[in-house]
């Protein structure tokens, strides 16, 4: 098994490419040991010592570092993810849903269809994008002209998070939705 890794925008954040379908619905993410406890694979990250998050995708996993280097600590999580794959053990223990969700939607029904256009936005220009540095972003909620966005995975905490909500997403939103004024992380 190859295991390939990408560096994300993201310095504490590394990406691992397994070659293979990681989740094929949904993300997880996992900001803490005990939030890790229902995946067998997220154990095994955590259990590497300076690991503090862990991220699955399509066919990524992306993990976060508190400190030390990624030369010294790359070779543990390549093998806990290896070690993972084959052995054939699942994603999650007991049936575990595949999507976590980010709490309740709110808008006001009135901004349904502006609300219908930023989804479908996020859906078809910005996840894509945003996958591709390891990371995930999702609808939280519309309200009095600003859009609500979950940033998971290496987006999360990322030094250049500001610049992608405020120079990509809110000008992406802005020119095809005159209603949204700004965008704001949650």
């Known amino acids: ?3 390939q890794t990408e560096a994300t925008p993201n310095p504490a954040t590394l990406k691992f490419l397994p070659g293979r379908v990681v989740m094929p619905e949904g993300t997880f993410e996992a900001k803490t040991p005990e939030q890790g406890e229902v995946s067998p694979l997220a154990q095994r990250l955590f259990a590497v010592p ?4 862990v991220f699955f995708g399509y066919d990524f996993v992306t993990v976060t570092k508190a400190d030390g280097e990624w030369q010294h600590l790359k070779p543990a999580i390549l093998g806990a993810i290896m070690e993972h794959f084959m052995t054939g053990a699942p994603l999650f223990a007991n049936g575990y849903g595949a999507t976590q969700e980010d709490g309740e939607e709110f808008f006001d029904d009135a901004d349904a269809a502006t609300v219908e256009t930023i989804k479908e936005l996020l859906e078809t220009r910005i996840r894509p994008a945003v996958a591709g540095d390891g990371g995930d972003i999702t609808f939280r909620g519309f309200k009095d002209g600003t859009v609500y966005l979950v940033m998971k995975g290496a987006c999360s905490g990322c030094p250049s998070s500001t610049a992608t909500l ?3 997403i809110q000008n992406l939103l802005r020119h095809f939705l005159p209603d949204v004024r700004e965008v704001q992380a949650v």
């Open 1 to 3: 098994m190859f295991i």
């Open 50 to 53: 300076g690991v503090t998050g």
């Open 166 to 168: 405020r120079h990509g």
